[in-house]
């Protein structure tokens, strides 16, 4: 959509109003819908190839930290992901070939649990036993400090992701 056919501040404030209900589970045609009436669009039509474009968008990943992910992979490193997504999100995730680099993938659209609630952080605890054995050490990196927060008073190592550099330093000085 070009900018004179809506207004984007609309647009982002409603997407992000409406965000958590998606990472829960809602439907595609729920939240969209929400979101397009709450932008003054006219659009629904289009739901299904906003949601697998929104879903392509956010789940792609820079080369970077796939090289980052890769290396830990390699090193035999038992790898988990914990997203607050929708359905769509976490299906192109899980399909992807960076994907197959986690043994243990959780998302919040499945789980109807999300960042930063307590209850999800004991979920990956009891699935990354179930897949690996183990969970004593978990190093977690997240693009917000609420859930950081969260993570570390659940007794994780969390750190802010900011950088792959940086992410990098924090594992290495993490033991």
Same mark, same amino acid.
């Given at each position: 959509?070009?900018?004179d056919?809506?207004?984007?501040?609309k647009f982002q404030k409603a997407y992000?109003?409406?965000?958590?209900?998606?990472d829960?589970g809602?439907?595609?045609?729920?939240?969209w819908?929400r979101v397009f009436?709450a932008?003054?669009?006219?659009a !629904?039509?289009h739901? =299904?190839?906003?949601?697998?474009k929104d879903?392509?968008?956010n789940s792609?990943?820079?080369q970077a930290? !796939?090289r980052?992910l890769?290396e830990?992979?390699?090193?035999?490193?038992h790898l %988990?992901? !914990?997203?607050n =997504?929708?359905?769509?999100m976490?299906k192109a995730? =899980?399909?992807?070939?960076?994907g197959s680099?986690? %043994? @243990?993938?959780l998302? *919040?659209?499945? !789980?109807?649990?999300?960042?930063?609630? =307590?209850?999800?952080?004991?979920?990956v605890?009891?699935?990354?036993?179930l897949?690996?054995?183990? *969970?004593d050490? @978990?190093i977690?990196f997240?693009?917000?400090r609420i859930?950081?927060? %969260? %993570?570390n008073?659940?007794g994780w190592?969390?750190?802010?992701w900011?950088? @792959?550099d940086?992410?990098r330093?924090d594992l290495i000085?993490?033991g």
């Amino acid at each position: 959509c070009s900018s004179d056919l809506f207004d984007s501040e609309k647009f982002q404030k409603a997407y992000w109003d409406y965000r958590n209900d998606y990472d829960l589970g809602c439907t595609d045609e729920e939240f969209w819908s929400r979101v397009f009436e709450a932008s003054g669009i006219n659009a !629904l039509e289009h739901v =299904a190839a906003v949601a697998h474009k929104d879903a392509e968008l956010n789940s792609t990943i820079a080369q970077a930290p !796939l090289r980052l992910l890769e290396e830990i992979h390699q090193g035999g490193v038992h790898l %988990a992901i !914990l997203s607050n =997504a929708p359905r769509p999100m976490a299906k192109a995730v =899980a399909e992807s070939s960076w994907g197959s680099l986690f %043994a @243990t993938k959780l998302f *919040s659209s499945d !789980l109807g649990i999300m960042k930063p609630s =307590a209850a999800i952080y004991q979920e990956v605890d009891r699935q990354i036993e179930l897949t690996s054995g183990h *969970s004593d050490q @978990t190093i977690f990196f997240d693009d917000r400090r609420i859930n950081v927060d %969260a %993570a570390n008073h659940h007794g994780w190592q969390a750190y802010l992701w900011e950088t @792959t550099d940086q992410a990098r330093e924090d594992l290495i000085n993490s033991g």
